[in-house]
C-alpha cells in the first residue's frame, strides 16, 4: 500500500486517528481553520458520514442488528462512497484532505470486534495510505472520563455491548477501549503513526501537530487561486452544450 | 405397500462443510444440520418458477424450507434500492453495499435456518455479486476476500439461457429490458437492444470464468420448466442422500 504523495496525486491526505475521548476531533478542527485562515484548498471528512450509508448503519445500530462482519462491511461501505465521491476527486484536485478516522480504526475496532484482521485489511486495500496519521495518544482513564463527563449514557455499540464483556455498559466501554488501544499500539510504528502526547493541553497538542504539517507538507503548493474564475466556467459550459447538440 | 414407500422421507446426510475464505466469526459448522441449494441465472432464466417448484416438492416429501435472495436484507435492502435507483454510488460503495446486504441475510437468515435443520433456497448467491463486479472492472482477488464469508452451498445450479432467448422472454414478461441487467451503465452501447446482448454474453463468460473455481453445475435452461425441475430434484435428492 502506498500513500497518496506516493501515488503522484497533487493533495495531500492527513488523518486522524485515537480513542474515543482523546480529543483527536478538537485537534483536527483546529488544524482545519488554521488551514483555512492561510487560504488553502481543504475538505474534512468524518468516519461515518456518508448520507445515503449512514441511513442503513443508524438503523443497524438502533435496533441492534449489526454482527461483527455486517458492523465492519457496512463501515467499509460509506469509506468507500466518501473515498471514491469525495477523497480521491479532491486529492486528485490538490486539496488537503482532512480524515477525522480513517482505515486503521476500522483495523482497530473490527479485529477486536472478532473479525480476521486480514479480511478486514482485504477490504480496504483499495485505499492509499494517508500522507500523515496522527495517533492521539491518551491514557486510558483519560479517555473514559472525557466521555464519560460529556454523556449521561453510553451507545450500545460505542461501549461494545455487542460483545457481551460485562453487563455493566461502563465497564464494558473500559474493556472495549482498552482492547482498542492495544490494536493501535500494536500498528503504530508499522503504519507510521505520529504519536502526540494527548494527555497535555489542546494547545500544546495544536502546536505539535501544527508544527509537524508544516515541516512535512509545502503549505504554500495548496493555495487557492485568487484569479475569479468567471471566464473559464461560462466558455465550459457554453462548449458542453454544442457537444451535447452533435447528434 | 405403495403409499409406505411415497411416505418415506429422506433425512438429509449430513456433510462436511466449509466457508470460502475467512467466513463469519464465531458459527459452529457442526452445527448446520440443513441444505443451502443456490439457483443461479439471468433474469429470465427461470430461477423463480424453479425455485418454487423445488419448494412444493420438498415440502412434499417432508423437508421444511426457507427462500432467500439478494437485496432481500432488513438492513440494507430500502438504501440500496435507493441507491440503485438514482445511480449514485460509485463501483467499490455499491459491491461493499450488496456484501452487506448478503451477509446481514447470511447471519440472520441462512445460518439460523441452517441450524434449525431446513433447506434453504437461495435464488442467487455470492456468484451473481462477483459476477456483475468483475465484469465492471473490480479486483478479483479483493472480491474473493470480501465474499469469503461466505458458506460453500451443498448445490449450485447455474440455469444456462442463450441472450437471444433471454430478451425474448423478458419482452413476454414486461416489454422492457432493465437498465441494470442491460448494463447500461457500463457504455457498451447506447442502444439498449445491443447492450443488453453484450452484456448477458460479457456475463455468461464470467460465470463460465466463475465456475471452474466454484464448480456449479450448469444446468440447460432452455428445456420445459417441468423437464428442468425434474432434473434438479435427482440433483438434489443425490445431495440430500450424501451421494
Known amino acids: ?247 | 405397500m405403495k403409499t409406505a414407500v411415497k411416505n418415506q422421507i429422506v433425512v438429509p446426510h449430513k456433510t462436511e462443510r466449509r466457508f470460502y475464505g475467512h467466513g463469519i466469526p464465531g458459527v459452529d459448522l457442526e452445527q448446520l444440520a440443513g441444505k443451502l441449494i443456490v439457483v443461479e441465472g439471468a433474469d429470465g432464466s427461470g430461477r423463480s418458477t424453479q425455485i418454487a417448484k423445488l419448494v412444493g416438492w420438498l415440502e412434499g416429501t417432508g423437508h421444511a424450507t426457507v427462500q432467500v435472495g439478494l437485496k432481500r436484507s432488513t438492513l440494507v435492502s430500502e438504501e440500496l434500492e435507493q441507491a440503485q435507483q438514482g445511480n449514485i454510488l460509485s463501483r467499490t460503495t455499491l459491491s461493499l453495499f450488496y456484501a452487506t446486504d448478503f451477509a446481514d441475510q447470511l447471519e440472520n437468515m441462512i445460518l439460523p435456518a441452517l441450524k434449525a435443520g431446513f433447506i434453504v433456497l437461495a435464488d442467487r448467491y455470492i456468484y451473481t455479486l462477483m459476477a456483475r463486479d468483475l465484469v465492471r472492472g473490480m479486483d478479483e482477488a479483493w472480491l474473493k476476500n470480501l465474499y469469503g464469508v461466505a458458506l460453500e452451498p451443498d448445490a449450485v445450479f447455474y440455469l444456462n439461457v442463450p441472450p437471444e432467448e433471454l430478451v425474448q422472454r423478458t419482452f413476454a414478461k414486461n416489454a422492457a429490458l432493465d437498465y441494470w441487467e442491460s448494463g447500461m451503465d457500463l457504455g457498451l452501447s447506447r442502444d439498449l437492444f445491443d447492450s443488453f446482448m453484450k452484456y448477458q454474453i460479457t456475463m455468461q463468460k464470467t460465470f463460465r470464468h466463475l465456475q471452474t473455481t466454484y464448480g456449479f453445475t450448469i444446468v440447460d435452461g432452455l428445456r420445459s420448466a417441468d423437464a428442468i425441475n425434474a432434473d434438479l430434484q435427482k440433483k438434489i435428492s443425490a445431495v440430500l442422500a450424501g451421494k
Open chain 1, 1 to 247: 500500500m502506498k500513500t497518496f504523495a506516493e501515488l503522484d496525486f497533487p493533495g495531500r491526505l492527513i488523518a486522524v486517528e485515537g480513542l474515543d475521548g482523546s480529543g483527536k476531533s478538537t485537534q483536527i478542527y483546529l488544524l482545519k481553520r488554521w488551514l483555512e485562515l492561510q487560504g488553502l484548498k481543504v475538505y474534512f471528512s468524518e468516519w461515518n458520514s456518508s448520507e445515503l450509508v449512514k441511513a442503513a448503519t443508524s438503523k443497524g445500530k438502533k435496533r441492534e442488528l449489526l454482527t461483527p462482519t455486517t458492523f465492519s462491511l457496512i463501515h467499509a461501505t460509506d469509506f468507500a462512497d466518501r473515498y471514491e465521491r469525495h477523497l480521491v476527486p479532491l486529492l486528485r484536485a490538490g486539496y488537503i484532505v482532512l480524515c477525522d478516522r480513517y482505515i486503521f480504526t476500522a483495523f482497530a475496532r473490527d479485529v477486536v470486534r472478532g473479525c480476521p484482521p486480514e479480511w478486514v485489511r482485504g477490504l480496504y486495500n483499495f485505499a492509499a495510505l494517508p500522507d500523515l496519521t496522527f495517533f492521539f495518544k491518551s491514557d486510558l482513564e483519560v479517555s473514559l472520563k472525557r466521555i464519560l463527563d460529556g454523556r449521561a449514557q453510553l451507545k450500545y455499540f460505542e461501549a461494545g455491548m455487542d460483545l457481551r464483556l460485562s453487563p455493566d455498559p461502563y465497564e464494558s466501554f473500559r474493556i472495549f477501549q482498552g482492547r482498542i488501544l492495544e490494536q493501535y499500539l500494536a500498528m503504530s510504528t508499522e503504519s507510521n503513526f505520529l504519536v502526540i502526547d494527548a494527555n497535555q493541553l489542546v494547545e500544546q497538542q495544536q502546536a505539535v501537530v501544527r508544527e509537524l504539517v508544516t515541516q512535512r507538507l509545502r503549505l504554500a503548493e495548496f493555495r487557492r487561486a485568487e484569479r475569479p474564475p468567471s471566464k473559464p466556467p461560462a466558455e465550459a459550459c457554453k462548449k458542453s452544450k454544442e457537444e451535447a447538440s452533435i447528434p
